[in-house]
């Protein structure tokens, strides 16, 4: 069985730090990865996904991941925080690129200071 | 750009009632899916469908729900007799060949 795990449930960062939002993954066989970025009463838009090509992934926004098999961790970065990157984050699991479920983590809430 | 639509946005009912949750999912999309997001909590896989049958379901889809494709483009979920644990956000998704899977912005079900 898949599963991921999400460390930190809230994250607050100040505007232009660094975001790093972390992820760990469990699975039988080669994974494929997902971040999902969740803004308030929308619905879950794909940030970035990982499927076994570069291991560094460049997502949209400026967010990207990398996928560390011998960590078993995908997780997602970007330099410079902006006030509209506030939204809750999702990682996800799937255990093949065609018609398989995608095993969501807990979700991370990302706040943005000024 | 291409994208998944859902309505209604929300909808309320009463314990007992049938609810049918309705989607459109992308055009030259052939796989689809429904999730569920409880107030609070991760989302959780429901269903995925391939070809006009179930191809997985989870243990929350009981006899209680059912998924159909009636048509070339829309894409349903029905509740037959909605409980109060049933009030979530339903989203519906679908995936292209490469298997990313592409959500609509949901249903959120009110159980009263």
């Known amino acids: 069985a898949q599963s991921v795990t999400q460390l930190g449930s809230h994250v607050s960062v100040s505007e232009g730090a660094l975001v790093l939002l972390r992820c760990n993954y469990s699975?039988?066989?080669?994974?494929?990865l997902f971040w999902y970025v969740q803004y308030p009463n929308q619905g879950l838009q794909l940030l970035l996904k990982y499927t076994s090509a570069a291991t560094l992934v460049k997502g949209i926004n400026g967010f990207e991941a990398e996928f560390k098999k011998s960590e078993t961790s995908f997780h997602l970065t970007k330099p410079s925080a902006h006030m509209s990157d506030a939204a809750e984050y999702f990682c996800?699991?799937?255990?093949?690129?065609?018609?398989?479920?995608?095993?969501f983590g807990t979700g991370t809430r990302l706040q943005v200071t000024l | 750009e291409p994208e998944v639509t859902q309505t209604p946005s929300h909808q309320v009912t009463q314990m007992g009632q049938e609810v049918i949750l309705r989607c459109v999912p992308i055009?030259?999309?052939?796989?689809f899916y429904w999730y569920r997001q409880i107030l609070g909590q991760k989302v959780e896989f429901l269903v995925s469908f391939y070809n006009n049958e179930i191809s997985e379901k989870s243990e929350i889809f009981d006899d209680q729900f059912s998924v159909e494709r009636p048509d070339g483009s829309n894409f349903t979920l029905k509740i037959r007799s909605t409980k109060l644990e049933d009030s979530a956000m339903y989203f519906c998704a679908s995936s292209d060949p490469g298997g990313t899977q592409y959500f609509g912005p949901g249903t959120r079900l009110t159980v009263l």
């Open positions: 699975s039988s066989v080669p994974p494929y």
């Open positions: 055009s030259n999309h052939l796989y």
């Open positions: 996800a699991v799937s255990d093949t690129g065609t018609a398989s479920k995608l095993t």
